[in-house]
């Protein structure tokens, strides 16, 4: 079997048709949150904003991918259960954790706090929704989330956005008189990248689906923030900062302090060359002309990760490094490789073997990660990825497939864009389904404007 359709089968009927529409929960609305390594539903069903959100926007981009109208019918799904159980109607902005029903869930500590992070989400999805079926709930919703953010969390001194919510919407830090008690807790107070380039993300999304002047504003700004401030010049996304965006770092304290703070300092690679992609698509979408300075910053982020991340006796990226002196090496500190990482690594190598196709290495790594996640990462049997690397972690071949955090959100954009690139005009979606073709025809744009660019960077 070829590269395309193997993708395409894993794509649809290992990942998407195993989830969809198993986790539709039609007794309380919203989805599923928690499978077990078999794919059965396990007892305990909370359910987060981030979750419910990256099903509405795996399930409306794949309706239109794959044609589907059970896709389509999951994907408004989820819709009632964010206006009705996941907004909050008293102060507004979406709760980050929900029982099954709907109400106070004590899962990760959450209660009745929100997360900018989450609300990013929200806009992802609901943007993504409108954009399939034009419900005008669902653009309402999006928009009175970016309302309520740009209100509530957003920094008009310094600039982007506070990531810890009260419930009424105001930003706390860890001398503030709101204690948390969250499992996040240690974060309180700091700005951080994580927020920063999924909020870029969701901006993305709804700018495509609704022009407005504010949303292009703090798109571009966000953008500028990532690219020139947030990544450090080796090509690294700095992790946590304060009000200011000065770094926070423990590089120099003792050890016992540095890995109490282990969190909010270290490299993590599949962050760097996920983000190198999300600052492209912002770049493109905003219709900005000859942007070499984006497209500089983020090969250099894809690069960096390959030069200091890369697995040259296995393959795939490691989870993460850390540089202990500004002027060393990048030392590898977690040698485990999860499975959205290796994922995001798929769609960024692809991508830039397509914007720089004299690069030979970026299609040579793509085959060889392809390679990995199908020895490594992909259930064969029950279907589904592991949540990491059988050859790091081999317990995970028994640990759940859903969890808050994990569902088809990662996996799938990377196989859709990938199987997107590699289509041509013989392919079998390309031949029987129109919206691919239109989706095709989009991305293929996405990719030509970033190749012009890259020439134009040459010839500067």
Known sequence: MGILKDMLNEFENNLIHKWYPLVIDKQYGGYFTNLAYDLSLMPEQ??????QSRHMWTTSKAAKFLNNDMLYESALHGLN??????????????????????????????????????????????????????????????????NWLEERAYDPLYKGYFQFLTREGKPFGKNDSHKTNATDAV????????????????????????????????LEELLVLIRDKITHPKGYLQLFFERDWTPVSFRYASPEIRDANYRLDHVSFGHDYETAFLMLEASYKLGLKNDTATLYTAKKMLDHAIENGWDNSSAGFF?????????????????????WAQAEALNALL???????????????????????????????????????????????????????????????????????????????????EKFRELKSEFDDFIGHWQKTSVQAVEK
């Open 319 to 339: 989870d993460e490094g850390y540089y202990y002196s500004e002027e060393g090496e990048c030392k590898i500190i977690k040698h485990t490789k999860n499975w």
């Open 46 to 51: 909370e359910k987060m904003i981030v979750t």
């Open 81 to 146: 259960f964010l206006k009705n159980q996941m907004w909050d109607e008293r102060y507004g902005g979406f709760y980050q954790i929900r029982n099954r029903e709907g109400k106070v869930s004590d899962v990760e500590g959450w209660l009745e706090e929100k997360r900018t992070y989450g609300n990013a989400f929200a806009i992802y999805g609901l943007s993504a929704l409108y954009e399939l079926t034009k419900n005008n709930d669902a653009l309402e919703l999006a928009i009175e989330t970016f």
């Open 351 to 433: 991508l830039f073997s397509k914007i720089f196709p004299n690069e030979k290495r970026y299609y040579k790594l793509f085959l060889q990660e392809w390679d990995y996640i199908k020895k490594y990462l992909i259930d064969h049997e029950h279907g589904d990825w592991y949540w990491g690397s059988l050859e790091k972690e081999a317990h995970y071949k028994t640990a759940p497939k859903g969890t808050i955090w994990k569902a088809t959100y990662h996996n799938g954009r990377a196989l859709m864009n990938c199987i997107l690139m590699l289509s041509d005009e013989d392919s079998e979606l390309f031949q029987s389904n």
């Open 187 to 218: 974060e309180a107070g700091y700005k951080d990248q994580n927020s920063s380039i999924h909020l870029l993300e969701a901006f993305t999304e709804l700018y495509g689906v609704w022009r407005d002047n504010k949303v292009r504003e703090r």
